[in-house]
Nanobody, 125 residues
Framework: VQLQASGGGLVQAGGSLRLSCAASGRTFSSGYMGWFRQTPGKEREFVAAVRWRGGNEYYANSVKGRFAISKDNAKNTVHLQMNSLKPEDTAVYYC???????????????????WGQGTQVTVSS
C-alpha cells in the first residue's frame, strides 16, 4: 500500500490550502484515513480522520471549524480542506490509513499501518 500526499505549500495567515492523499495498492472499504502533522522536536499530532464506511469525521479541537476532511471512495482518496490558516498550523502534514483501526485508536499515530511521505504547509503571519 502506498499513500501519496500532495497539496502543501506557502500561504498567508487567513488563507486556504487543500491537501490530498491518494491510496494505491489496495482499496480501502473499512477502517480510517487520517491526517497528522509534525513540527521539529515534537511528536506527530492528530489533525483529522474520516471513516471509510459511513464517513464519520473526527477533528482535533485546534482545527475544528476551520478544517474539513472528505473522502472519494471511487478514487481511494481523502482530502483535507484547510481554511483560516494560522501560523501555528505550520508543519509537515502526513496522511495515514489503516483498514482495521478501531475508533479508540483514531487519534493515535502509532496505531496506523500506512503512511504517506508528508507535505510541508507553511503559514506566514
Amino acid at each position: 500500500v502506498q499513500l501519496q500526499a500532495s497539496g502543501g505549500g506557502l500561504v498567508q495567515a487567513g488563507g486556504s490550502l487543500r491537501l490530498s492523499c491518494a491510496a494505491s495498492g489496495r482499496t480501502f472499504s473499512s477502517g480510517y484515513m487520517g491526517w497528522f502533522r509534525q513540527t521539529p522536536g515534537k511528536e506527530r499530532e492528530f489533525v483529522a480522520a474520516v471513516r471509510w464506511r459511513g464517513g464519520n469525521e473526527y477533528y482535533a479541537n485546534s482545527v475544528k471549524g476551520r478544517f474539513a476532511i472528505s473522502k472519494d471512495n471511487a478514487k481511494n482518496t481523502v482530502h483535507l480542506q484547510m481554511n483560516s490558516l494560522k501560523p501555528e498550523d505550520t508543519a509537515v502534514y502526513y496522511c495515514a490509513a489503516d483498514a482495521h483501526l478501531i475508533l479508540s485508536s483514531v487519534y493515535t499515530a502509532k496505531d496506523y499501518d500506512y503512511w504517506g511521505q508528508g507535505t510541508q504547509v507553511t503559514v506566514s503571519s
